[in-house]
């Protein structure tokens, strides 16, 4: 079992649709980080947070520190928004940059 | 353009060679990292190294090697080639603050292909 859960593995959705995708962790954290992967391959971050709540643009991400648990919320989906969503998490005991990722979440949003 | 810079960023060689991937990040950042990403798309951290530090995750063979001339370089340096080195290999860096674990900006990745 990875010490990082990702559900659901695969999501389509209509254009403009509001997407949850979840993470789960069984370790203690310093950061958890949200990672968007283009189908070209590029890999972003899109956030890094320890607790509460990060709002940048369509995207929402929450943690809950007590529960192990985040969110990555996409408010009025758009086509572009197609890619796969990584989840990690910086552990600690673990050294800087040591993520532990989750395998993925891989979205397409349908015009 | 400020960014993390991988070259090549395809490479395909025959299995026993040695290669290396260059990485360079023009951020003033302090701490680099390679990643690995398997056939099935899974990332594994491989190796962070600041300026103190070299940091080698225990599950990487000794084949791998990473070699920082300063701190704006990370390179990658694989002996030995097998199949199971084939994946794209990802450049990452961030700056070490207070707080730990800072926000990572990636370059676009290497695919090596050993044949």
């Known amino acids: 079992k990875n010490e990082v859960e990702q559900s659901p593995q695969n999501l389509t959705a209509q254009e403009g649709e509001f997407i949850t995708i979840n993470c789960s962790y069984s370790v203690g954290i310093s950061a958890l980080h949200w990672l968007q992967q283009h189908p070209g391959g590029g890999i972003v971050s899109l956030f890094m947070l320890s607790s509460g709540k990060k709002k940048h643009g369509r995207l929402i991400a929450t943690i809950n520190i007590q529960e192990k648990h985040s969110s990555l919320h996409i408010t009025a989906s758009h086509p572009r928004d197609s890619a796969v969503y990584i989840c990690a998490v910086s552990w600690y005991g673990g050294s800087q940059g040591n993520l532990i990722f989750g395998k993925g979440t891989k979205l397409s949003v349908k015009p | 353009d400020t960014a993390v810079s991988q070259t090549p960023k395809y490479l395909v060689t025959q299995m026993g060679n040695d290669k290396s991937i260059k990485c360079e990040q023009n951020?003033?950042?302090?701490?680099m990292y390679w990643y690995k990403q398997d056939s099935k798309k899974f990332l594994k951290i491989m190796f962070s190294y600041n300026n103190k530090e070299l940091i080698i995750n225990e599950t990487v063979p000794n084949r791998f090697s990473p070699k920082s001339p300063d701190k704006a370089h990370l390179n990658l340096h694989i002996n030995s080639l097998e199949l199971g080195d084939s994946a794209v290999y990802f450049c990452?860096?961030?700056?070490?603050?207070?707080?730990?674990?800072?926000?990572?900006?990636f370059g676009a990745g290497s695919r090596l292909t050993v044949l």
């Open positions: 951020l003033g950042h302090d701490t």
């Open positions: 990452a860096s961030s700056h070490h603050g207070t707080s730990g674990a800072n926000v990572l900006t």
